[in-house]
C-alpha cells in the first residue's frame, strides 16, 4: 500500500513539474505566433482546417516542435526523478541514449494524443476555464470550492502515469524509427505501408539447411498467378490461372510448353512446380532468393538461367526485377517477380504465327525471351539519356541543387545497370557455347545475336556513365561561372561608385570653408560630373568586354 500510494506521489509531483515546465513554452509561443496554441494536438487539428493559409502553416509547424519538446522535456525530468520524486524506491526507466528527431515527433504525439483526450474528458466534467486556469483554480479553493483543484491533481497524476508510460517505450519506438530522420521522410510512407514479413534479406537465411525455400526480397504481389501457353505448329492455347495444381497436367512433349509464374515469395507453389518437372532443391532456392547475381547452370536434364530485367518507375526510379528460367526440350518455366514484363511481343508472334517461334522447341523460345529481356535495356537506356539531355539543358542554363541530386541518382542508376549488364555478357556467351542437348544448333546463330546485343548494350552504358561523370564537372563549372558572373557584376557596380563616393564623401566633410559650396548651382554640377563619371567608367567597361 506505501509503495501504491509512493508511486501516485511520484506521478503526481512529475505531472505537475511537466505541466509547469511545458505551459512556459506554450505561453512564450503563444505570444509569438499570436495563435491560439493548446499545446497537444489539437493545434495540429486546427492546422489540418486551415491548411491553405498561413496560420494553418504555423499551427501544423509549432505541433511538430511542440512533440519534440515534449519528448526532451519528459526524458529529461524521467531521467532526473530522482531529484523530484518523494517516494525513492521507485524502480528506474531505461531510456535510451540516443534518438533521432523523427522517434522524438512519434513519442511526442503519443503523448499529445493521450493529453487531448484527457482535455476532453475533463472538459465533459467541469468548465473549461475553471480545470485550466491556475488562478482560477487556486482562487477557487480559497472561496472554499476544491472541485477545480482536485480534478487539477488528477490531471496531474494522469499525465505522470502517461509521461512514465510513453518514455519507458522509447527504446522500442527507436527500434522501429531506426536510422530514419527527417531527410528520410519520404520514404516513411513505404515502411508504414509494409507489412510483417513482406521482406528479407540475404541475412535470414544464416543457419538454414541448403536448398531452404525462404524468400529473399520484398513481395511485390499479393497473390501467386501463372500463364500457361502450350503449342506446336498445328495448334496454340493459352489459359490464365490461379491455382499451380492446374499447370502441372503432364503434356504432350511433341507439344512447347511455356508456364510464366508471378510472384516468387510461395514456397509451396515452388515445391510443387520443382517435384512435378524434378527441379534440384538448390534450384528451387535460387528462384526465390531475387538478390543473386545473373548466371547459367547446365542440370543435364534442363538448364537454369537468371536475368535482371531492367524497369523505370513512375517516380523515375530504376527497379531491377529478377527473372528465372527454367528450359527443357518441350518446356520453358519463367519465374518474375510483379506482373509487369516484356513477354508479350512474344506471346503475341506465337499466337499469331509470325516466324519460327512455332516450329522450334523449348530452346528457342528461351531464346526469345532472353532477347525479349536484352533489348528492354536499350528502352531503360533512351529514357536515361532522355533524362540526361533535360539535365544538360539545365546545366547550362540554371543549375540548381536538386540537379545535383538527380546526378547522383542517375550514377548509382548506371552502377546498377552496370552491374547487372556485365555477368548478364557471360551468361548470354556460356549460352551460345555450352554443349547441351537441349540447346540445338540452328538456336545457336540466334543466341550469338543477342550476345552482340549485350555487348551493344554494355559499350551504351559506359557511354551513359562517362556523360553523366561528366555532368558533375560541368555542374560544378556552371555554379562556378554563376558565381564569377555575379561577383563581376557586383563589382563592377562597386568600382562605378567609388569616385562617386569619393565625391560624396569630400563635399560631406564639415569643414566651416568649402569653397565649392557657395557657388550657385554648385549641388547640381556635382551630379553632373558624377553622372559623366558613371558613363566614361561603363564605356570604358564595355570597351574592355567586361560587361
Known amino acids: 500500500m506505501k509503495e501504491q500510494f509512493g508511486i501516485i506521489l511520484n506521478r503526481l509531483v512529475l505531472g505537475f513539474v511537466f505541466a509547469f515546465v511545458y505551459q512556459i513554452f506554450v505561453v512564450v509561443a503563444t505570444s509569438l505566433l499570436s495563435l491560439p496554441l493548446t499545446g497537444h494536438v489539437q493545434d495540429l487539428i486546427s492546422g489540418l482546417e486551415k491548411i491553405h493559409s498561413s496560420e494553418g502553416i504555423w499551427f501544423i ?24 520524486y518523494p517516494y525513492k524506491q521507485e524502480k528506474d526507466i531505461d531510456i535510451p541514449q540516443k534518438i533521432t528527431a523523427v522517434t522524438a515527433v512519434v513519442v511526442g504525439a503519443i503523448i499529445s494524443f ?72 519520404p520514404k516513411i ?51 490464365t490461372k490461379d491455382n499451380v495444381d492446374e499447370c502441372l497436367i503432364p503434356h504432350d512433349e511433341s507439344t512447347v510448353t511455356w508456364t510464366n509464374v508471378i510472384g516468387v515469395h510461395d514456397a509451396d507453389v515452388i515445391h510443387k512446380i520443382g517435384d512435378h518437372y524434378s527441379i534440384h532443391p538448390l534450384v528451387q532456392a535460387d528462384i526465390m532468393n531475387t538478390e543473386l547475381r545473373p548466371k547459367i547452370e547446365d542440370h543435364e536434364d534442363y538448364l537454369q538461367i537468371i536475368l535482371k530485367l531492367p524497369h523505370i518507375l513512375s517516380n523515375n526510379e530504376l527497379f531491377m526485377e529478377q527473372i528465372s528460367f527454367i528450359v527443357g526440350k518441350s518446356y520453358v518455366l519463367s519465374f518474375q517477380e510483379t506482373k509487369d514484363d516484356v513477354f508479350e511481343p512474344i506471346r503475341e508472334r506465337l499466337e499469331k504465327y509470325v516466324g519460327k517461334i512455332r516450329e522450334r522447341r523449348g530452346d528457342y523460345l528461351a531464346y526469345a525471351l532472353v532477347d525479349a529481356i536484352i533489348d528492354y535495356y536499350y528502352v531503360v537506356m533512351e529514357k536515361i539519356g ?46 551460345d557455347r ?18 552482340n546485343h549485350t555487348v551493344q548494350v554494355m559499350d551504351n552504358i ?49 569643414f566651416s570653408y568649402v569653397p565649392e559650396l557657395q557657388w550657385e548651382g554648385s549641388y547640381f554640377v556635382m551630379l553632373g560630373v558624377m553622372l559623366i563619371i558613371v558613363v566614361i567608367m561603363l564605356f570604358w567597361f564595355k570597351n574592355k568586354q567586361w560587361i
Open 114 to 185: 493521450l493529453f487531448f483526450l484527457i482535455d476532453l474528458i475533463i472538459g465533459s466534467m467541469v468548465e473549461i476555464n475553471k480545470s485550466t486556469d491556475v488562478q482560477a483554480i487556486y482562487q477557487a479553493a480559497l472561496d472554499g470550492d476544491v472541485g477545480p483543484l482536485a480534478i487539477s491533481l488528477l490531471f496531474s497524476i494522469l499525465a505522470g502515469f502517461i509521461l512514465v508510460g510513453v518514455i519507458s517505450k522509447t527504446s522500442k519506438v527507436t527500434s522501429i524509427t531506426n536510422e530514419i530522420d527527417f531527410i528520410h521522410i
Open 189 to 239: 510512407t513505404k515502411l508504414l505501408n509494409k507489412k510483417p514479413g513482406d521482406s528479407k534479406t540475404s541475412s535470414d537465411t544464416v543457419g538454414l539447411h541448403p536448398g531452404a525455400l525462404v524468400h529473399v526480397g520484398e513481395k511485390l504481389v499479393e497473390k501467386v498467378s501463372f500463364d500457361h501457353i502450350e503449342y506446336d505448329n498445328k495448334k496454340f492455347s493459352r489459359h
Open 462 to 510: 559506359e557511354g551513359l556513365r562517362e556523360m553523366i561523370g561528366g555532368m558533375l564537372d560541368t555542374y560544378l563549372s556552371s555554379i562556378g561561372n554563376k558565381m564569377n558572373e555575379v561577383m563581376k557584376t557586383l563589382t563592377i557596380i562597386a568600382s562605378i561608385f567609388i569616385p562617386i563616393t569619393f565625391i560624396a564623401g569630400v563635399y560631406g566633410t564639415n
Open 386 to 431: 532522355i533524362q540526361t539531355e533535360e539535365i544538360e539543358e539545365d546545366l547550362m542554363q540554371n543549375p540548381t541543387p536538386n540537379t545535383l541530386q538527380i546526378i547522383h541518382t542517375l550514377k548509382q542508376e548506371m552502377i546498377i545497370l552496370r552491374k547487372s549488364i556485365w555477368p548478364t555478357r557471360e551468361v548470354i556467351d556460356r549460352f
Open 434 to 451: 555450352m554443349e547441351s542437348e537441349i540447346i540445338q544448333d540452328s538456336t545457336r546463330a540466334y543466341l550469338h545475336d543477342v550476345y
Open 61 to 84: 509547424t509549432w505541433w511538430i516542435i511542440s512533440t519534440i519538446i515534449i519528448t526532451v522535456i519528459a526524458i529529461l525530468i524521467v531521467k532526473n526523478k530522482k531529484y523530484i
